[in-house]
């Protein structure tokens, strides 16, 4: 079993950063894809970033430069430094861990994000 929970995230005025954190315990051996996940009111989820064990980083096309994704695979943390937030990036982020053996994905309970105007 994997457990992942996420820390971080509260109110921000529009233009301020704000970094996210989560923790991966369990069987982490198995966990190769990492990622941040969000998702606002009647929206779907959509990808902000996601990594892999061996470093390669991919951001959604919405990032634009603005966040930045880390991951230490000692401590088996993921962490999300966003900056220039703006009011669209409000939503509800969730840290995401991929067990390849299985297939399975594996969600933390999400962590509220506000940008203010």
């Known amino acids: 079993q994997v457990q992942v929970a996420e820390s971080g995230g509260g109110l921000v005025q529009a233009g301020g950063s704000m970094r996210l954190s989560c923790v991966v315990s369990?069987?982490?051996?198995?966990?190769?894809?990492m990622g941040w996940y969000r998702q606002a009111p009647g929206e779907e989820r959509e990808m902000v970033a996601r990594t892999t064990r061996d470093g390669w980083t991919n951001y959604g096309d919405f990032v634009k430069g603005r966040f930045t994704i880390s991951r230490d695979n000692v401590k088996n943390t993921l962490s999300l430094q966003m900056n220039s937030l703006k009011p669209e990036d409000t939503a509800a982020y969730y840290c995401n861990a991929y067990e390849n053996i299985s297939g399975r994905n594996y969600w933390g309970q999400g962590t509220q994000v506000t940008v203010s105007s």
């Open positions: 369990g069987n982490t051996f198995s966990i190769n894809n």
